[in-house]
């Protein structure tokens, strides 16, 4: 099995000496480079790249502002209408799923991957990676940082400044070091 069969896998792999998946990170963050560099005027080239950087999203369907950067790229999905902000950042050694019309703030980490404690093992360059999966219509404020194995249930929204541990249920507002659920929310709230 390839370290990258079994990243994908959920396995513990070789991260950092793997010539094929340093070679795939140095491919995508010189395409996120050239994204970063383009004219947010020039619509028609931006897209060109995030079709190359993120294969498995309609880059017509969803706005990315630069600074922009991902590990991979060919993990991610993202709904229609999904918006993310300057300065995001996926690492997608495992999947990161957002739904439809999720905003993401800016500065905004999504981090999939797990390093072990235990020092030679991670001098080795082994890691694990987790899943990151968002609903629909989730609004994740500025600063927030979203851990491996996260889930975020539809409707929910995320304070800014926050660090995600654990799964937040659908519909409710959560924050803090670390995020806990301080409220549910639905539309009534959402029309005050």
């Known amino acids: 099995m390839t370290e990258k069969e079994k990243m994908l896998a959920g396995q513990w792999y070789n991260a950092n000496f793997d010539e094929q998946l340093a070679k795939e990170r140095a491919v995508v963050k010189d395409l996120c480079l ?21 294969p498995h999203v309609d880059a017509d369907a969803v706005e990315i502002l630069s600074p922009f950067m991902v590990d991979y790229g060919y993990n ?52 694990i990676a987790k899943p990151i999966v968002v ?4 609004w994740i404020g500025g600063d927030v940082t979203i851990l491996p194995g996260v889930t975020i249930g539809c409707g929910s929204v995320i304070g800014a400044k926050s ?21 549910r929310i639905g539309m009534e709230t959402l029309l005050v």
């Open 163 to 183: 660090l995600v541990t654990k799964d937040i249920p659908e519909n409710v507002l959560a924050f803090g070091n670390p995020a806990r659920v301080v409220k």
């Open 135 to 138: 609903g629909d219509d989730v």
């Open 34 to 54: 050239q994204l970063n560099t383009t004219n947010m005027q020039d619509l028609t080239r931006r897209r060109r790249i995030l079709r190359e950087i993120l």
């Open 76 to 127: 991610i999905y993202l709904g229609a209408g999904t918006f993310l902000n300057h300065n995001v950042c996926l690492i997608d050694c495992a999947q990161i799923r957002l739904g439809k019309k999720v905003f993401v703030g800016p500065n905004c980490g999504f981090y999939t991957a797990i390093h072990p404690f235990d020092i030679v093992k991670r001098a080795e360059g082994l890691e």
